[in-house]
């Protein structure tokens, strides 16, 4: 199973960035898919998740900014990000939970200048 996100840049503070993440192999019933982040000197943290009935959960430093969102193909993750601040400059790391386990990508860098 590979995971392959892209969309990560530079951004000035209080503009926008779409982050996507796109799973692909042998790939069991998808669960859960995410995004995760981990700034420089800081412990991962969530930054939003999706379950398979659509439900939503998010991070509270970036609710009302951030949306997740499922592709159509439904082995597609995005994450629109909006209104960013220089404190979400971070790496993000987009997941998969399947029955047989939890799938990571390799990361995308997301920095926010003010």
């Known amino acids: 199973v590979q995971l392959q996100a892209s969309g990560g840049g530079l951004v000035q503070a209080g503009g926008s960035l779409r982050l996507s993440c796109e799973a692909s192999?042998?790939?069991?019933?998808?669960?859960?898919l995410g995004w995760y982040r981990q700034a420089p000197r800081k412990q991962r943290e969530l930054v939003a998740n999706?379950?398979?009935?659509?439900?939503?959960n998010y991070a509270d430093s970036v609710k009302g900014r951030f949306t997740i969102s499922r592709g159509n193909a439904k082995n597609t993750v995005y994450v629109q990000m909006n209104s960013l601040k220089p404190e979400d400059t971070a790496v993000y790391y987009c997941?998969?939970?399947?029955?047989?386990?939890?799938?990571w990508g390799t990361g995308t860098l997301v920095t926010v200048s003010s």
């Open positions: 192999g042998n790939i069991d019933t998808i669960n859960r």
């Open positions: 999706i379950n398979s009935g659509g439900t939503t």
């Open positions: 997941y998969i939970g399947t029955r047989r386990g939890v799938y």
